[in-house]
């Protein structure tokens, strides 16, 4: 599957990370501004010339996403267990995606948290009305033990239980509460994060999801850091999940001729594709050359090169540059197109900080 654009409704804002927000992502419905050359931003007036300036500086603010193999391949696998595992509640499975810092995991979870719902919210149009939470999605609490796992699951609902309780009598809150809202699909993100203490052992770990498998009737997504590389599902436990689970693997894109060079090939032009620059061409970044150079600079990292390009693209329209003096009265200040040159200015996303960042971010 080559890399495009996602829809849409897939990009927004908002964090997912509470119900408010995954709702206000499903229901937003944003246009991107229009792309314009040069000669056709001269003829706006100067009210249509200042509008476009100001949504074009919102939208390289944003986080674009393209559906890469890996994304594309999540949603239908797990579109596809969300339907059999309505009708096999004793023989469910569950949905592993394990990989290196920085490939796109946590992307990958609210892309299917946002589709789930919005597609539930389709089949089902008062079901906010009638209470009902199809999608619980949380990142696990750093440093997080099995009490506090449960009161993210709770939080995230609004479902209220009582205070002081440990784990093993808010268990079946927790149940009661995912049977109560109606929840088919449980995303749990940063999982690694389970270990990352020492109040929590892997055989624990283990344990405590396969009580939410087992006494619950949902579909679980558990994504994390090199969680089967690690031994994270180690014990008897941990082998009922893998042997109850679909694991996808997300690997580094490549600069080698190969299905992962067209794939790095195609994040990299629908990132482009992205853009709102008066000067840039399309076609400018997926040149060879180009490519290398982004690789270099990111290691084919999703999250780097986008932030990578995000960055560049706010640089290349709002630092000063000769090439552009004739335009300062009409707003224009940027080059208003990305090249070498420029990308090796920006140091703030560089692959090794940007790793450092992740990895140190999933240790607090």
Excluded at 122 to 135: A, G, H, L
Excluded at 183 to 189: A, C, Y
């Amino acid at each position: 599957m080559s890399a495009r654009t996602l829809p849409r409704r897939h990009l927004a804002m908002s964090t997912t990370y509470d119900l408010e927000g995954l709702r206000a992502v499903v229901a937003e419905d944003y246009t991107p501004p229009e792309r314009l050359t040069v000669s056709a931003f001269k003829k706006l007036s100067t009210n249509k010339r200042e509008q476009w300036l100001a949504a074009r500086e919102a939208h390289h603010g944003r986080s674009h996403v393209v559906l890469t193999d890996a994304l594309g391949q999540a949603f239908t696998d797990i579109s596809i267990l969300s339907l059999l595992n309505r009708y096999r509640p004793n023989d469910r499975e569950v949905y592993i995606i394990s990989g290196s810092a920085g490939l796109g995991k946590t992307t990958i979870a609210r892309k299917i948290g946002v589709n789930f719902e919005h597609d539930y919210g389709v089949r089902f149009p008062d079901y906010q009305r009638n209470d009902e939470c199809p999608v619980v999605m949380i990142t696990t609490p750093a440093k997080c033990n099995p009490t506090a796992l449960d009161k993210a699951l709770l939080g995230f609902m609004h479902y209220s239980y009582p205070e002081g309780r440990t784990h093993e009598r808010l268990k079946s809150v927790v149940v009661k509460a995912l049977r109560d809202k109606r929840v088919q699909l449980v995303i749990i993100d940063d999982l690694h994060r389970l270990r990352s203490g020492t109040q929590i052992s892997s055989l624990e770990t283990a344990d405590l999801l396969k009580e939410y498998f087992d006494l619950s009737t949902c579909t679980f997504v558990f994504l994390g850091i090199d969680l089967t590389a690690t031994g994270f599902f180690e014990g008897n436990a941990g082998q009922q999940i893998l042997n109850r689970g679909a694991l996808l693997t997300i690997d580094r894109c490549s600069n080698v001729a190969g299905a992962k060079h067209n794939e790095w090939r195609g994040i990299v032009a629908g990132l482009e594709d992205n853009l709102r620059l008066l000067n840039h061409r399309r076609g400018t970044l997926t040149t060879d050359a180009m490519l290398e150079s982004l690789y270099t600079l990111t290691h084919g990292s999703l999250g780097a090169v986008n932030k990578l390009l995000q960055t560049a693209a706010m640089y290349a329209s709002t630092v000063a540059d000769p090439a552009t003096e004739d335009l300062r009265d009409l707003g224009i200040v940027g080059k208003e197109s990305i090249d070498k040159a420029m990308l090796k200015k920006i140091k703030t996303v560089a692959a090794e900080q940007f790793f450092t960042v992740a990895v140190e971010a999933s240790e607090t």
